[in-house]
């Protein structure tokens, strides 16, 4: 479990003060709201990238690189041109235990790419597949490090509608295979609402938690329900409000 508590943190000044909320092993949480409120220092601070103040404990210890692995998937996916498809999955667990992968993580890498679609274009460079292979690379190469925390930056914003979709579902047949407190900073509401468990609505006035009016149905049977877009209206009018 990921638990914040009074979590402040910016350079000359706090872009998020007091920051409080909580995300269960087996929970997804939606980080939304207006540009500038903070959502991406949220995902440094965390990363203890920059300085911050106030209680972050991981699995019931403060959290900290050294003892928790975190997994990060960049908007722009942080993939290195210079290396295939198959060791850009692997790399960040070589680089994180100093040596190179196991006979049992090579089968783990092996597995993330079949799962996720990737086995054709494994020896394969970044600059020659398309985005949503690029984009699927480093969910991959996030989830082979088996994180204590997964975190994703606009993870799927540049995909189109039917890529988004798809991208998706891959992303959750393995989230369900090994559950982990994640966080998804999204500014598609529609997005937020099939994938998450709870929310967290982030503006200028403050910031709240609460649950997924969807969190009751099935995450498969969330983009045809009649629920989700009475939900996805509803939230659309609170981010006009906030935008205000």
Same mark, same amino acid.
């Given at each position: 479990?990921?638990?914040?508590?009074?979590?402040?943190?910016?350079?000359?000044?706090?872009?998020?003060?007091?920051?409080?909320?909580?995300?269960?092993?087996?929970? %997804?949480?939606?980080?939304?709201?207006?540009?500038?409120?903070?959502?991406?220092?949220?995902?440094?601070?965390?990363?203890?990238?920059?300085?911050?103040?106030?209680?972050?404990?991981?699995?019931?210890?403060?959290?900290?690189?050294?003892?928790?692995?975190?997994?990060?998937?960049? @908007?722009?996916?942080?993939?290195?041109?210079?290396?295939?498809?198959?060791?850009?999955?692997?790399?960040?667990?070589?680089?994180? @235990?100093?040596?190179?992968?196991?006979?049992?993580?090579?089968?783990?890498?092996?597995?993330?790419?079949?799962?996720?679609?990737?086995?054709? %274009?494994?020896?394969?460079?970044?600059?020659?597949?398309?985005?949503?292979?690029?984009?699927?690379?480093?969910?991959?190469?996030?989830?082979?490090?088996?994180?204590?925390?997964?975190?994703?930056?606009?993870?799927?914003?540049?995909?189109?509608?039917?890529?988004?979709?798809?991208?998706?579902?891959?992303?959750?047949?393995?989230?369900?295979?090994?559950?982990?407190?994640?966080?998804? %900073?999204?500014?598609?509401?529609?997005?937020?609402?099939?994938?998450?468990?709870?929310?967290?609505?982030?503006?200028?006035?403050?910031?709240?938690?609460?649950?997924?009016?969807?969190?009751?149905?099935?995450?498969?049977?969330?983009?045809?329900?009649?629920?989700?877009?009475?939900?996805?209206?509803?939230?659309?009018?609170?981010?006009?409000?906030?935008?205000?």
């Amino acid at each position: 479990m990921l638990a914040v508590n009074a979590l402040s943190a910016g350079y000359e000044r706090p872009v998020i003060q007091q920051l409080s909320f909580e995300v269960a092993t087996d929970e %997804i949480l939606a980080v939304i709201g207006p540009s500038g409120v903070g959502k991406s220092t949220l995902l440094k601070a965390l990363l203890q990238l920059i300085p911050s103040s106030g209680s972050v404990m991981l699995n019931g210890n403060p959290i900290s690189a050294k003892t928790h692995t975190l997994a990060l998937v960049p @908007q722009d996916y942080g993939l290195l041109p210079w290396q295939t498809v198959r060791k850009n999955i692997g790399l960040a667990l070589q680089v994180k @235990q100093h040596h190179r992968l196991t006979t049992d993580q090579q089968a783990l890498v092996t597995q993330l790419m079949a799962t996720l679609g990737l086995t054709a %274009i494994a020896d394969q460079y970044p600059n020659a597949i398309s985005g949503g292979q690029r984009q699927r690379v480093a969910l991959a190469r996030a989830f082979a490090l088996q994180p204590d925390l997964l975190l994703l930056d606009e993870a799927f914003s540049a995909l189109d509608l039917g890529l988004k979709t798809r991208a998706q579902q891959l992303f959750l047949n393995q989230w369900y295979a090994h559950p982990t407190s994640t966080l998804l %900073i999204t500014h598609d509401l529609q997005e937020a609402l099939v994938l998450s468990d709870q929310l967290l609505i982030m503006t200028k006035n403050g910031t709240e938690q609460r649950a997924n009016p969807l969190a009751q149905l099935p995450r498969a049977d969330r983009p045809q329900s009649a629920a989700l877009f009475a939900a996805e209206a509803t939230l659309a009018k609170e981010v006009a409000a906030w935008q205000d």
